[in-house]
């Protein structure tokens, strides 16, 4: 096992060192260059379009859904990729990026997020673009999709590692490490007994999980714009109850940004390098940009059009990363505790605190507990498609159980080497993709100019998985 864990560590540390967070900010930037700052400068139309497609009978594109190829409204496709993206990291990843990296990793969480926009715009219109269908008609696609039909039969490999990787990682960082976090907190503030959690979190994912997409997607729908707005809610509240200190934290955010930080209080100081690796790296992994997750979630979108669900799927960047992980910054950075040596959760608990005494913890053990669930639900997707694309549509039930019996094991155990192993393959899932993006560019630019010059967009033959 010591062996083991020394290889995941090493590897560990390349997959995640400074060479990966470089490419995938380039593939960002090669992108949004290329689109002309295309998701910028329609963050409008994209919100548009999202609250035309939350409706389940109809699409953006004005007809009923017997009219459109997919399973769920394109607004639930969103909450699907944000209920697998809005978790631990929006709480304590933040935290951390500042911990480790002081104000000014805020900064570059910012640049990393404005860049993953490009990159979710990109993965969704390529998924839309090359999905399947398989034996039972429902829409598949993802990385492994549109590597396989976007780059053809030469790259399947490469699809297929993606796959891998994500069937595995789905156990680790979308299921045990989240049920993980939820025992913890619940232990702490409530003490419930992780057996207890990991319990009831297994009976209600198993519930859900075990209806599909649709009933997922239905589910998410519900609780990630309920859960999203009240903790956003509860941020402002903090933030009104220290207005005092906002322009402070404002100021302190672009100027350590460009200039070290020195050590104050509990704070260990930080450099300038130190501020754009822990605020890119946590953006990228609280808003999961390039990593190819999501693209798996909007594939299964009611549309034809697949630039209408980029505009949408980019929201999911800006929603989870510009919205959701600032109220945190901002409630930390307000709060004098960030300089007192904690990190993670505790240090968003104990910032929440600090404004509502007696309440502030039981609000991010809460949410926390809410966001974690639903970011089991989203991965369990993602797995199950990636497990799919190795080993056919009958083997689809098979991994949602093992999923769901998954679930009660990570609440109770330590996860040391499994964190590690899940988060490992979890970037490795970026390469794949980031290739493919790269490739596929051509095909995205194309896409998106013919959409704005208001040309009609076929969405390809129709490919069949069986088939195909």
């Not at 992108?31 to 919100?47: A, E």
């Not at 990296?101 to 969704?124: S, Y």
């Not at 904690?342 to 608990?349: I, M, Q």
Request: proline residues 4%; neutral net charge.
């Amino acid at each position: 096992m010591d062996t083991l864990n020394n290889i995941f560590t090493q590897i560990n540390g390349v997959v995640w060192g400074p060479l990966m967070l470089i490419l995938l900010l380039g593939v960002g930037i090669y992108l949004q260059l290329g689109l002309k700052l295309l998701p910028i400068r329609k963050l409008g139309t994209g919100f548009k379009l999202m609250w035309q497609g939350r409706d389940e009978k109809h699409t953006p594109s004005g007809k009923s859904k017997t009219d459109d190829d997919g399973e769920i409204s394109p607004f639930n496709a969103l909450m699907t990729a944000l209920s697998a993206t809005i978790g631990t990291g929006n709480i304590a990843g933040v935290a951390t990026a500042i911990a480790l990296g002081g104000p000014g990793a805020v900064f570059w969480m910012w640049i990393t997020a404005l860049v993953g926009m490009a990159t979710k715009f990109a993965e969704a219109v390529l998924a839309v673009r090359f999905r399947e269908t398989d034996s039972t008609g429902n829409h598949i696609g993802g990385p492994m999709f549109y590597i396989k039909n976007g780059l053809g039969r030469k790259w399947l490999w490469l699809g297929a590692a993606f796959a891998f990787f994500g069937a595995v990682a789905a156990f680790g960082i979308g299921n045990t490490v989240q049920s993980n976090s939820v025992a913890d907190a619940l232990e702490s503030s409530f003490s419930i007994p992780p057996m207890v959690t990991g319990i009831v979190i297994m009976l209600l994912s198993g519930a859900v999980i075990l209806g599909g997409i649709k009933r997922i997607a239905k589910v998410a729908g519900k609780l990630v714009p309920i859960m999203g707005i009240a903790y956003i809610v509860a941020g402002i509240v903090v933030l009104i109850i220290q207005a005092d200190q906002i322009p402070g934290a404002f100021s302190s955010i672009f100027y350590y940004a460009f200039n070290p930080h020195a050590a104050l209080g509990g704070f260990a100081g930080a450099a300038v390098m130190a501020a754009i690796r822990f605020g890119v790296a946590r953006g990228i992994f609280s808003n999961e940009a390039g990593l190819g997750s999501a693209p798996i979630a909007h594939a299964a979108a009611r549309t034809k059009n697949p630039v209408r669900q980029g505009l949408i799927a980019m929201l999911g960047t800006f929603i989870d990363t510009i919205m959701v992980c600032s109220i945190t910054a901002l409630v930390i950075l307000t709060a004098p505790v960030w300089q007192t040596g904690e990190a993670g959760a505790s240090l968003t608990a104990l910032s929440f605190d600090n404004a509502l005494p007696g309440y502030g913890e039981a609000i991010v053990s809460i949410v926390l507990s809410i966001f974690a669930f639903t970011t089991i639900l989203g991965w369990s997707f993602y797995g199950e498609k990636c497990f799919q694309f190795l080993f056919g549509t009958r083997s689809i039930m098979l991994y949602r159980v093992l999923f769901v019996l998954a679930v009660p094991v990570g609440a109770m155990a330590q996860l040391g080497f499994i964190w590690l192993m899940a988060d490992t393959f979890n970037a490795m899932m970026a390469i794949p993709n980031l290739i493919a993006l790269a490739l596929l560019s051509p095909v995205v630019f194309k896409l998106a100019k013919a959409y704005f010059n208001g040309e009609d967009i076929l969405p390809g033959e129709e490919l069949d998985h069986d088939k195909a």
